[in-house]
C-alpha cells in the first residue's frame, strides 16, 4: 500500500515510496551527471563498413571512367583487361562492406547504445569564461572580444594569440581579453593553451571555446547553453542551411565533406552521439570535464585538432550534444584547413586517418 503524507492546503498528497538501488543509481546519473565512464571496446564495423563500401564505389567509377581513354585514345586491347578486372572486383568491397553495416545496425547496436535516461543536470552557474583563437586577426579580433565581452552571461573573455606576427595580441587587449600568447605554432596548441587557460577560472562552471575571425557570434551562447544541461560538451553544428550566410568560406565541397567525416566519426562511436560536424570551434564545455579530458589530449595534432577532440571525448564515455549555430563569412584571409579545397580534402584524410590508426600520427 502507498504511503500518504500530511495534508497540505487541505489535499493529501502521496509521499514518493522508496527508491530501489538500481533506481537510485539511475537518478543521480540523469540529475547528478554521469562521471567519466570509459566505455566498453567495440569493433567500429560500420565505421569499416562504410569505407570498404565507398572505396567499392570508387574502383567501379574508375573502372566506368577507363572506357573513355579505352576508346578515344585507341587503347581497348591494353585498358580492356584493367577495365573488366576492376569492374568485376569492385564487388567484392561493396559486398564485405555491406555485411559489416547491416551486422552492426542489426545486432550489435542496441548494446552500443547508451542505457542510461536522457541527462539532465542543471546549471548552476550559467556564467561562462569565452577563450578565443586567434591568429593573424588583427582586423577582426577586437571586434570579437567586444562582441562576446558584451554577452549578460560572460565573466570574461580570453584571447590566445598563436605568435601572431602582426597587432592581433595588442588589438585584443586593448579592447578587454586577458590575453595570452602561445609561441608553439598549430591550431591544435592554440586550442589546448585556451582550453587550459579557461579552466584555471573556478568562478565559473562552463568554458566557450571559439575564433577570433568572426565567424561566430555571442548570442548563439543561449542556444549552447539550453543544451548544457544533457551533456559534457555542447558542438555548435554550421549544417543547418538557414543558418548559414550565403558566402562563407566553407565551400559546398568542404561543407559536404566536413558531414561526411563527422558521420564516419559518428559511425565509429555508434549510439553514442550524433555528429554533423566534425571541424567547428565553437563549443560550450563543462569545466570539470575539460578538466578530466585535457590530460587525455594532444596538442601536437594540428588543423585535424577538433575531430581528435570529439574522438577522445566520445572515447572515454562522455556526452556530446549538438546544437546548431550560425556560420558567418570570416574577416581576413583563412589559414587553416579551408584555404582551398585541395587544403581541405588533405585535413579531411588526415582526420580519417586520425580515427582508424590513432591521432599519435598526426602529431607535429
Not at 14 to 26: I, M, R
Not at 55 to 71: D, E, N, Q, S
Not at 151 to 157: G, I, M, N, S
Not at 310 to 315: C, F, R, V, Y
Request: proline letters at 5%; hydrophobic letters at 45%; glycine letters at 8%.
Amino acid at each position: 500500500m502507498r504511503n500518504f503524507g500530511p495534508a497540505v492546503d487541505g489535499a493529501v498528497r502521496p509521499a514518493p515510496d522508496a527508491l530501489s538501488p538500481a533506481e537510485t543509481d539511475v537518478l543521480a546519473q540523469v540529475l547528478g551527471g554521469a562521471a567519466e565512464h570509459e566505455p566498453p571496446a567495440h569493433l567500429p564495423m560500420l565505421l569499416y563498413g562504410v569505407l570498404s563500401f565507398c572505396f567499392g564505389i570508387a574502383m567501379y567509377l574508375f573502372g566506368v571512367f577507363l572506357v573513355v581513354p579505352r576508346y578515344l585514345l585507341a587503347l581497348n586491347a591494353v585498358l580492356r583487361p584493367i577495365n573488366e578486372w576492376i569492374v568485376w572486383y569492385s564487388g567484392m568491397p561493396i559486398f564485405f562492406g555491406t555485411v559489416l553495416i547491416l551486422f552492426d545496425l542489426l545486432f550489435l547496436l542496441d548494446g552500443k547504445r547508451r542505457t542510461v535516461p536522457v541527462r539532465y543536470q542543471p546549471l548552476t552557474n550559467r556564467r561562462v569564461t569565452v577563450a578565443l583563437t586567434a591568429y593573424n586577426d588583427e582586423d577582426s579580433i577586437a571586434a570579437a572580444v567586444r562582441d562576446f565581452a558584451a554577452h549578460p552571461l560572460v565573466a570574461r573573455v580570453i584571447v590566445v594569440s598563436n605568435n601572431s606576427a602582426d597587432a592581433t595580441f595588442d588589438r585584443a587587449e586593448a579592447a578587454g581579453a586577458l590575453t595570452f600568447n602561445e609561441l608553439a605554432p598549430g591550431y591544435g596548441r592554440c586550442v589546448y593553451r585556451c582550453l587550459s587557460e579557461a579552466v584555471r577560472f573556478d568562478d565559473t562552471d562552463l568554458v566557450v571555446l571559439c575564433e577570433g575571425d568572426l565567424t561566430f557570434r555571442a548570442y548563439d551562447i543561449d542556444k549552447l547553453l539550453a543544451y548544457a544541461p544533457h551533456g559534457d560538451v555542447v558542438n555548435g553544428t554550421r549544417t543547418v542551411e538557414p543558418l548559414r550566410q550565403y558566402a562563407t568560406q566553407l565551400t559546398t565541397f568542404m561543407y559536404y565533406g566536413n558531414l561526411f567525416v563527422g558521420k564516419l566519426l559518428e559511425a565509429k562511436h555508434l549510439g553514442r552521439g550524433t555528429i554533423t560536424d566534425v571541424g567547428t570551434t565553437y563549443k560550450l564545455c563543462r569545466r570539470d570535464a575539460l578538466e578530466r579530458l585535457l590530460p587525455r589530449l594532444d596538442p601536437a595534432v594540428n588543423l585535424e585538432f577538433n575531430a581528435h577532440f570529439l574522438d577522445t571525448l566520445l572515447g572515454r564515455g562522455f556526452t556530446l550534444i549538438e546544437c546548431p549555430i550560425t556560420f558567418h563569412p570570416r574577416v581576413g584571409v583563412s589559414k587553416g584547413g579551408n584555404i582551398n579545397n585541395l587544403r581541405g580534402l588533405q585535413v579531411g584524410l588526415r582526420m580519417i586517418a586520425g580515427m582508424l590508426f590513432g591521432w599519435r600520427r598526426l602529431a607535429q
